[in-house]
Nanobody, 121 residues
Framework: QVQLVESGVGLVQTGGSLRLSCAAS????????MRWFRQTSGEQRELVAD???????NYADSVKGRFTISRNNAKNTMYLQMNDLKGEDTSVYYC???????????????WGQGTQVTVSS
């Protein structure tokens, strides 16, 4: 069973904007920290941003001031608003979250399927 599902348009021109979403299954007991990573071919996976349940945020220097991470805890959903996109933002973006599936379970790390984001020049 897939627990994290990403969605969003992944093709945009330089300077444009797009928004990615990552939804955890509605029956998840609890969602802890949520993160966006990206991985370009031949590169290591990079942490783009993360957000705590209380809304504390962190950003990679490369996206600070352009990207905004947010979450809706009632909907178990996280978003990444990406503005002023540049060619170097082209990558596969992965949702990540610590999920507790049921009260009897512990938190564990889960990944979305990945979304190709291409910024054209």
């Amino acid at each position: 069973q897939v627990q994290l599902v990403e969605s969003g348009v992944g093709l945009v021109q330089t300077g444009g904007s797009l928004r990615l979403s990552c939804a955890a299954s509605s029956n998840i007991f609890s969602v802890n920290i949520m993160r966006w990573f990206r991985q370009t071919s031949g590169e290591q996976r990079e942490l783009v941003a993360d957000i705590s349940p209380g809304g504390r945020k962190n950003y990679a220097d490369s996206v600070k001031g352009r990207f905004t991470i947010s979450r809706n805890n009632a909907k178990n959903t996280m978003y990444l608003q990406m503005n002023d996109l540049k060619g170097e933002d082209t990558s596969v973006y992965y949702c990540n979250a610590e999920l507790r599936l049921a009260a009897r379970d512990s938190y564990a790390d889960y990944w979305g399927q990945g979304t190709q984001v291409t910024v054209s020049s």
